[in-house]
């Protein structure tokens, strides 16, 4: 639910291969180096399906010592699919006036 503490491992369980990899990267990086992330990844639910998701991370400081990571995650799903069918739309109008006959 919204608002509820993620514990990472949990979190992490989403994810699958190359996502699951980069966000590992990230999360290391803002433990280990102080270094904020926003990416856009995909999980997997647990019924299976697929979302595209947006995590921003930022490291939390106690004195110089990075003590837990704040972030949010955003569905961007629909945004992800509609990105893809305008990508797929201007392709389809640039192949039809490359190929279309001079007049």
């Known amino acids: 639910p919204p608002g509820m ?3 990472a491992e949990l ?8 996502d ?6 990230a999360i290391g990086g803002a433990i280990d180096e102080g270094i904020p992330y926003d990416l856009q990844l995909q999980l997997t639910l647990p019924s299976g399906h697929t ?6 991370g930022y490291p939390v400081y106690e004195g110089k010592r990075v003590v837990s990571l704040h972030g949010t995650f ?10 893809a069918q305008l990508a797929e739309s201007e392709r389809t109008l640039r192949l039809f006036i490359e190929h279309a006959p001079a007049a």
Do not use: A
């Open 5 to 7: 503490p993620v514990n």
């Open 11 to 18: 979190g992490l369980e989403f994810y699958r291969d190359r």
């Open 20 to 25: 699951r990899q980069m966000i590992e990267k």
């Open 51 to 56: 979302k595209w998701v947006r995590t921003v």
């Open 74 to 83: 955003q569905d961007v799903t629909e945004v992800r699919h509609s990105q």
